[in-house]
């Protein structure tokens, strides 16, 4: 079974572009290897990111937003952890 991420993010604070863009990072990325990314709009400073039914970040208490290099990072560690990220594997 292919894995789905789900980017949750808040429609007040107009991160629907942030969230978007990093929808198309991850899919540029890894292709056809996720089987959905999936946008869904919340309130009150949300900004999530699920990985089937595993939470890898939350801006609440991770402390603000992911840069593309981490959040590839996150993703690949839990859905697809023989991927290669080549340049993004450093630190």
């Not at 993010?9 to 999936?38: D, H, I, K, P």
């Not at 801006?59 to 992911?66: E, H, K, L, M």
Request: net charge negative.
């Amino acid at each position: 079974m292919t894995p789905t991420v789900t980017i949750t993010y808040c429609t007040q604070c107009n991160w629907l572009l942030r969230a978007s863009w990093m929808a198309s990072e991850l899919l540029s990325t890894f292709g056809s290897e996720l089987g959905r990314v999936t946008l869904v709009p919340g309130t009150g400073g949300v900004f999530t990111v699920d990985v089937d039914d595993e939470r890898v970040w939350d801006r609440a208490s991770d402390g603000g937003f992911p840069d593309a290099a981490t959040l590839k990072r996150l993703v690949r560690d839990s859905a697809l952890p023989d991927w290669n990220l080549g340049h993004g594997e450093r630190p």
